[in-house]
Protein backbone atom coordinates (compact mmCIF):
# COMPACT_ATOMS: atom_id res chain seq x y z
CA UNK A 1 0.00 0.00 0.00
CA UNK A 2 1.06 3.07 -0.75
CA UNK A 3 0.49 6.28 1.76
CA UNK A 4 0.30 10.15 1.32
CA UNK A 5 -0.09 12.41 3.90
CA UNK A 6 -0.94 16.18 3.56
CA UNK A 7 -2.32 19.08 6.05
CA UNK A 8 0.74 20.34 7.88
CA UNK A 9 1.77 23.74 7.44
CA UNK A 10 2.70 26.36 10.07
CA UNK A 11 0.84 27.58 12.76
CA UNK A 12 0.63 29.28 15.84
CA UNK A 13 1.06 28.03 19.49
CA UNK A 14 -2.74 27.20 20.41
CA UNK A 15 -3.59 26.27 16.88
CA UNK A 16 -5.38 23.52 14.96
CA UNK A 17 -4.67 21.72 12.40
CA UNK A 18 -6.03 18.61 10.29
CA UNK A 19 -3.59 15.78 8.27
CA UNK A 20 -4.97 13.54 5.92
CA UNK A 21 -3.42 9.90 5.30
CA UNK A 22 -4.71 8.69 1.99
CA UNK A 23 -3.70 4.67 1.19
CA UNK A 24 -3.69 3.71 -2.54
CA UNK A 25 -2.53 0.17 -3.94
CA UNK A 26 -4.98 -2.16 -1.87
CA UNK A 27 -7.41 -1.59 0.54
CA UNK A 28 -6.26 -0.88 4.26
CA UNK A 29 -9.31 -1.55 6.30
CA UNK A 30 -7.17 -4.67 7.90
CA UNK A 31 -4.04 -2.43 8.89
CA UNK A 32 -3.77 -0.94 12.40
CA UNK A 33 -2.92 2.69 11.06
CA UNK A 34 -0.57 5.02 13.27
CA UNK A 35 1.12 8.68 13.13
CA UNK A 36 4.40 9.39 14.04
CA UNK A 37 6.29 12.45 14.05
CA UNK A 38 10.04 13.61 14.04
CA UNK A 39 11.40 16.46 15.25
CA UNK A 40 14.93 18.52 14.49
CA UNK A 41 17.45 16.28 16.16
CA UNK A 42 15.52 13.75 17.38
CA UNK A 43 14.44 10.20 16.81
CA UNK A 44 11.34 9.61 15.30
CA UNK A 45 8.10 8.83 18.25
CA UNK A 46 5.06 7.62 18.35
CA UNK A 47 2.17 9.88 18.36
CA UNK A 48 -1.01 8.02 17.90
CA UNK A 49 -3.21 4.50 16.51
CA UNK A 50 -5.79 3.12 15.59
CA UNK A 51 -7.04 -0.95 15.14
CA UNK A 52 -8.36 -1.32 11.57
CA UNK A 53 -12.15 -0.99 12.36
CA UNK A 54 -11.60 1.74 14.32
CA UNK A 55 -12.90 1.04 17.59
CA UNK A 56 -9.58 1.17 19.60
CA UNK A 57 -7.27 4.68 19.44
CA UNK A 58 -3.98 4.91 21.62
CA UNK A 59 -2.21 7.82 21.84
CA UNK A 60 1.26 9.12 23.43
CA UNK A 61 1.03 10.88 26.85
CA UNK A 62 2.16 13.83 25.48
CA UNK A 63 -0.68 14.18 22.48
CA UNK A 64 -3.59 12.43 24.83
CA UNK A 65 -6.41 15.00 24.94
CA UNK A 66 -5.09 17.03 22.47
CA UNK A 67 -5.20 14.93 19.25
CA UNK A 68 -7.26 12.68 18.03
CA UNK A 69 -7.00 9.87 15.32
CA UNK A 70 -9.68 8.70 13.19
CA UNK A 71 -9.80 6.22 10.17
CA UNK A 72 -12.46 6.03 7.19
CA UNK A 73 -12.00 2.88 5.93
CA UNK A 74 -14.61 3.72 2.49
CA UNK A 75 -12.02 6.35 1.73
CA UNK A 76 -8.99 4.27 2.56
CA UNK A 77 -8.20 7.24 4.61
CA UNK A 78 -6.72 8.20 8.04
CA UNK A 79 -6.78 11.37 10.17
CA UNK A 80 -5.10 13.40 12.63
CA UNK A 81 -6.90 16.09 14.43
CA UNK A 82 -4.20 18.35 16.00
CA UNK A 83 -5.28 20.93 18.68
CA UNK A 84 -4.01 23.23 21.10
CA UNK A 85 -0.92 22.63 19.50
CA UNK A 86 2.21 23.63 21.54
CA UNK A 87 5.67 24.77 19.89
CA UNK A 88 7.15 20.83 20.83
CA UNK A 89 4.58 19.35 18.71
CA UNK A 90 6.55 20.34 15.47
CA UNK A 91 8.31 18.55 13.31
CA UNK A 92 7.56 15.97 10.46
CA UNK A 93 4.73 13.80 10.80
CA UNK A 94 4.76 10.39 9.49
CA UNK A 95 1.59 7.95 8.87
CA UNK A 96 2.17 4.45 8.63
CA UNK A 97 -0.04 0.82 8.27
CA UNK A 98 0.51 -2.22 9.90
CA UNK A 99 -1.19 -5.22 8.47
CA UNK A 100 0.65 -7.64 11.01
CA UNK A 101 2.26 -6.52 13.72
CA UNK A 102 0.82 -5.98 17.14
CA UNK A 103 3.02 -3.51 18.44
CA UNK A 104 1.37 -0.11 17.34
CA UNK A 105 3.82 1.98 19.90
CA UNK A 106 7.18 1.15 17.87
CA UNK A 107 7.70 1.63 14.28
CA UNK A 108 9.49 -1.66 13.48
CA UNK A 109 5.93 -3.03 13.25
CA UNK A 110 4.92 -0.66 10.61
CA UNK A 111 6.23 -2.20 6.88
CA UNK A 112 4.28 1.07 4.80
CA UNK A 113 5.51 4.83 5.34
CA UNK A 114 4.06 7.92 4.12
CA UNK A 115 6.70 10.48 3.10
CA UNK A 116 6.00 12.63 5.78
CA UNK A 117 4.37 16.46 6.14
CA UNK A 118 5.85 18.98 8.08
CA UNK A 119 3.87 20.70 11.27
CA UNK A 120 5.26 24.51 12.23
CA UNK A 121 3.95 25.60 15.54
CA UNK A 122 5.46 28.67 16.50
CA UNK A 123 5.54 30.38 20.05
Known amino acids: VQLQACGGGLVQAGGSLRLSCEAS????????MGWFRQAPGKEREFVTA????????YYSDSVKGRFTISRDNAQNTAYLQMNSLKPEDTGVYFC?????????????????WGQGTLVTVSS
Open 25 to 32: GRTFSSDI
Open 96 to 112: AASRYGLRYWTSDDYDN
Open 50 to 57: TSSSGGKT
